[in-house]
């Protein structure tokens, strides 16, 4: 079957650092989507990772371990309007559909 | 990053009417749209994927008579919730994928439409 995991919530303090983890088990892979969604607001996209290793950009940076079916995105200088929803996506093949993850809910206190 | 409209943003329906929600690509063209669906607090629940002149696929557990999908053309795709009930209350959000912009072959989203029936 198909299966993704992350944390349910989590909480970070401003300016510091978060690291949301995701896990997945899938038929196959074609690349590993990050996307951030407030509350009410659609998904935007973050980040995509097909090859081992790190992805930085900007404040954000994604991993992945293809190995370990491991990803993991980080959040640096963390500020208010990061409190949201991250959500861990997989292409698993050749139909261009994403499995989700249910997604880590992300809140950053002062 | 290319743009995805959806209108209307927001309705309220009576049980029993049918809902239209329309999902437009305004600046590509989209060989493959997505209707997912999403109540609070959960994640997306893929509905369907729909391919441009051919007929929906629809997941698992999902009534395709219940939800009318027609991607007619590249920049269009339309969902209609065919005599809505209560349960149908929801966020209905489509994204849409082309060759073109998708420099990661990334989903675009539009804003959603939140669905409210009475």
């Known amino acids: 079957g198909q299966n993704i995991d992350q944390p349910t919530e989590m909480t970070a303090t401003e300016g510091a650092i978060v690291q949301i983890n995701c896990t997945y088990q899938?038929?196959?892979?074609?690349?590993l989507f990050w996307y951030q969604q407030h509350a009410g607001e659609a998904p935007t996209f973050l980040s995509y990772?097909?090859l081992d290793g790190l992805e930085e950009k900007g404040r954000f940076s994604s991993f992945l371990s293809r190995s370990k079916g491991y990803s993991y995105l980080l959040l640096k200088e963390l500020q208010m309007k990061d409190s949201a929803s991250y959500l861990c996506?997989?292409?698993?093949?050749?139909?261009?559909?994403?499995?989700w993850g249910l997604g880590t809910s992300l809140a950053v206190n002062p | 990053g290319a743009v995805v409209s959806q209108h209307p943003s927001r309705v309220i329906c009576k049980s029993g009417t049918s809902v239209k929600i329309e999902c437009r690509s305004l600046?590509?063209?989209?060989?493959?749209m997505f209707w997912y669906r999403q109540f609070p607090k959960q994640s997306l629940m893929l509905m369907a994927t729909?391919?441009?002149?051919?007929?929906?696929?629809?997941e698992q557990g999902v009534e395709k008579d219940k939800f009318l999908i027609n991607h007619a053309s590249l920049t269009l795709s339309t969902l209609t919730v065919t005599s809505a009930h209560p349960e149908d209350s929801s966020f209905y959000i489509c994204?849409?994928?082309?060759?073109?912009?998708?420099?990661?072959?990334?989903?675009?989203f539009g804003p959603g439409t939140r669905l409210t029936v009475l």
């Open positions: 600046d590509f063209q989209a060989t493959t």
């Open positions: 899938t038929s196959g892979f074609n690349g």
């Open positions: 994204s849409a994928r082309g060759a073109v912009h998708s420099s990661y072959n990334e989903q675009f």
């Open positions: 996506a997989v292409n698993a093949g050749n139909n261009r559909k994403l499995i």
């Open positions: 729909s391919n441009e002149g051919s007929k929906a696929t629809y």
């Open positions: 990772n097909v």
